[in-house]
């Protein structure tokens, strides 16, 4: 999670630094180090070191003198209450005097987390609490319990495992999908984060021209990825309760990436030139069988009328341009 609000602090413009304060459990340390790898953002840690005030104190230092405009200090998480670590905690807030408090804790775990939530607002003071595992069963009834508790706020929520999966929280979005209602809104800032008018554009001019070719649909392909699991896209979907059996496996596009980009430049122009010896290849480089590309070809060929039945003047990029916030008060009425 603070590799999560790291990434999404640097989409908002801020440069964020990373300490490593969890000096207990086991490689706590060398996880935050990778995930900063990862996003490119910077961890400060110290190999050996048990002293989190310390540590702290000093990452201060670091980040003024090397410009970061927001510190993120993860420290040490329990699943029950521990004084030790409490007074840990009092000590680090003391010494550092941070802006912001926040509490991570895993709705999955219902009372329990409001019990937690509560515990760490009377010992240690919190001002806010982010919701974790909102992909999973649970609709986030923990949300209204942990607010009425604690009094304080939820601020953020993970909505999967991904480093860009995690959102602001919007009380009428959350009672939209515990009612089943969906969340539309939410679906639509994806949208606005993900896909590229650019893209969009010349995906248009593509279908002014009849064509939509296995590049395009790559293209398209990425850009949904973007937006997080297809399966956590359903749940915002207005009557997603109905979908619950629908099993969607986001592996899936995994294996048609690896399809498209076993094929050579001018087979992904034109499909028409995959014969049966091209297609045994394809299989082959992308660690498929041949019945997979066949079945992937038969829906691709699918997409391609319905792409072509796209192609109104101007419709993808009204399409797109239609994903604007101040454009969605329809939708605010709906919720």
Do not use: W
């Amino acid at each position: 999670m603070a590799g999560k609000l790291a990434n999404y602090l640097r989409k908002n413009g801020k440069k964020p630094l990373m300490v490593a304060c969890d000096v207990y459990r086991p490689a706590a340390i060398k996880q935050l180090q990778v995930i900063g790898g990862e996003l490119g953002i910077p961890v400060y840690s110290e190999e050996n070191n048990k002293d989190v005030v310390g540590i702290a104190k000093r990452a201060m230092n670091a980040a003024m003198s090397k410009l970061n405009d927001v510190v993120i200090i993860d420290t040490a998480g329990r699943l029950q209450i521990d004084e030790n670590l409490m007074q840990e905690l009092q000590n680090v807030k003391r010494s550092v005097r941070p802006h912001e408090i926040l509490l991570v804790v895993d709705a999955m775990t219902g009372q329990e987390a409001v019990n937690v939530a509560e515990s760490f607002n009377e010992k240690v003071g919190i001002d806010g609490v982010v919701l974790t595992k909102l992909d999973g069963d649970t609709r986030g009834g923990a949300a209204l319990s942990v607010k009425k508790v604690t009094g304080k706020p939820i601020k953020f929520i993970g909505v999967g495992e991904k480093l860009n999966e995690v959102e602001e929280f919007h009380p009428d979005r959350m009672a939209s999908r515990i009612l089943g209602m969906g969340d539309v809104l939410s679906i639509v800032e994806k949208a606005e984060e993900a896909l590229d008018l650019e893209e969009a554009e010349k995906l248009e001019k593509q279908l002014q021209k009849n064509k939509f070719d296995l590049d395009d649909y790559l293209i398209q392909l990425r850009q949904i990825k973007k937006m997080g699991s297809v399966s956590s896209l359903l749940k915002m979907l207005p009557g997603a309760d109905k979908l619950k059996d629908v099993k969607v496996d986001d592996k899936e596009f995994i294996r048609i990436e690896a399809i498209i980009t076993s094929m050579t430049a001018k087979e992904r122009k034109n499909p028409s030139l995959l014969n049966a010896s091209r297609r045994k290849r394809i299989a082959k480089g992308s660690g498929t069988q041949v019945h997979d590309i066949n079945k992937f070809m038969e829906s691709f060929e699918a997409m391609q009328k319905m792409m072509k039945q796209m192609k109104t003047k101007g419709g993808m990029r009204r399409i797109m341009k239609g994903f604007k916030l101040d454009q969605m008060d329809e939708f605010k009425d709906l919720m």
